[in-house]
């Protein structure tokens, strides 16, 4: 697995038995789609978390289903897959129904896993329904901890017995030290597809049926530079047009582009530069995360030299960021990714010194006067690269604009918001 370094518990069960609302639970926010429809989580996704001084992941997946075809295997597949690789599995009931042939025909599967199966008898609101949970002894994972996942009784007496069951493998780097890559664009246009050759596994699934992925999927994924995680996201839509479970997808969306350095803006490259895939790209920028734009399905594309024109056109006024043509499913152009990302991330983190922004600031001035003389400029964060020049206002819209163009240029922040502040008077005059 991926991570390997943090251990993992593995949430198994049926559907609809409350296993992203214990999820949340258990990670003490509401980071999963919970809804009341059956089958809502079809991925396995990791959220990590910590009780008493000791941090883990826990690994959602979605409702295992007998016999199921089409997309609910897919879903199955992903849950075998994360039980295999967990050291706990926490298999996840329904109290107020009782054992049903499901919940038996998954323990016969969990039964030739190597890791310990712990029973959770969820839905137990209160004290006189706990008897319930005795019924799933016959499960043969022993005695069974009632819980209510949606009002949060017995969680605590849950997360103790996991620590209690989890190996310690001691002091594990935390997980900001990673650069963050999400992946985001509208649906169907290939993410997990794109997502799946990355990071080197199966882990999202793929499936031909547009908004397949709603949560977000975590992958942290080892290259030659060190760890670098990936963030597979559900299909971008406006709000307005997002309704029940996908307005909460599109809630995930948003905050997986805040929580990433680099968006990697995945569109269609038949259907062009959308007027969503705009809407994304200005988002990115708007939060000032540095964009990389793949242009997938490039293997269907007819008019090659002229849909690659048209894409950087329209992409330029988002930080002009790179586009990549690839092919998810041939792998074709893939390879070059890593790379451009680690790049682009080590851009969007750049620090200038003083003295170089002060260069810049003199050669600028010189070229193009820009109505406003500035005597000093300093960078005073990165991520993205944010400048202060003192002297004065504003210049105005095009010499900002041409300020940016330029140090876009001198710094080589193609894909990389810059941001410009201005102030009157110097910075000792400030102090």
Do not use: C
């Not at 559907?15 to 609302?21: A, E, F, H, P, R």
């Not at 890559?181 to 999202?204: C, D, H, Q, T, Y």
Request: proline share 6%.
């Amino acid at each position: 697995m991926s991570r390997g370094r943090l251990p993992v518990v593995a949430l198994i069960g049926r559907q609809n038995v409350g296993k992203s609302t214990l999820a949340n639970r258990l990670v003490g926010r509401r980071q999963q789609v919970a809804h009341e429809t059956a089958g809502v989580t079809r991925d396995r996704v990791e959220l990590e978390t910590s009780w008493r001084d000791r941090r883990f992941v826990v690994v959602d997946t979605g409702g295992y289903r007998s016999g199921g075809r089409g997309i609910e295997a897919l879903v199955t597949r992903q849950a075998d897959r994360a039980a295999e690789a967990a050291d706990l599995i926490l298999l996840v009931v329904d109290a107020r129904t009782g054992p049903l042939d499901e919940d038996e025909a998954i323990a016969r599967r969990l039964r030739r896993m190597p890791s310990p199966v712990l029973v959770v008898a969820n839905m137990v609101d209160s004290e006189r329904e706990e008897p319930d949970a005795a019924a799933f002894r016959r499960l043969g994972f022993g005695e069974p901890l009632p819980v209510s996942a949606l009002h949060g009784r017995g969680a605590g007496e849950l997360l103790d017995r996991i620590i209690e069951l989890l190996p310690d493998r001691g002091s594990v780097p935390p997980e900001s030290d990673e650069p963050r890559f999400a992946l985001v664009g509208r649906p169907n246009v290939g993410k997990s597809s794109l997502f799946n050759r990355l990071i080197g596994e199966e882990r999202s699934v793929v499936f031909e049926e547009a908004g397949t992925t709603r949560d977000a999927v975590d992958a942290v994924v080892e290259w030659p530079t060190g760890p670098v995680r990936f963030v597979d996201t559900a299909g971008f839509r406006r709000p307005s047009r997002a309704r029940g479970i996908e307005y909460y997808s599109f809630l995930r969306t948003a905050r997986a582009i805040e929580r990433a350095d680099v968006a990697v803006l995945v569109l269609d490259a038949v259907d062009g530069f959308t007027a969503e895939d705009r809407r994304i790209a200005a988002r990115v920028v708007e939060v000032g995360r540095g964009l990389y734009v793949v242009a997938n399905k490039w293997d269907l594309v007819e008019e090659r030299e002229a849909t690659y024109r048209s894409l950087s056109e329209r992409a330029r006024p988002f930080g002009d960021p790179k586009v990549t043509r690839v092919s998810a499913l041939t792998g074709a152009g893939v390879r070059r990714l890593p790379i451009d990302l680690v790049v682009l991330h080590e851009r969007w983190s750049m620090r200038a010194s003083t003295a170089d922004v002060n260069r810049f600031l003199e050669d600028v001035q010189r070229a193009h006067p820009l109505g406003v003389r500035y005597r000093y400029g300093t960078q005073i964060r990165s991520g993205p690269p944010t400048i202060v020049l003192f002297g004065g206002g504003p210049p105005g819209t095009a010499a900002e604009r041409f300020l940016e163009r330029r140090l876009r240029e001198r710094f080589s922040l193609w894909g990389v918001p810059v941001r410009l502040h201005f102030r009157s008077g110097s910075a000792r005059e400030r102090r």
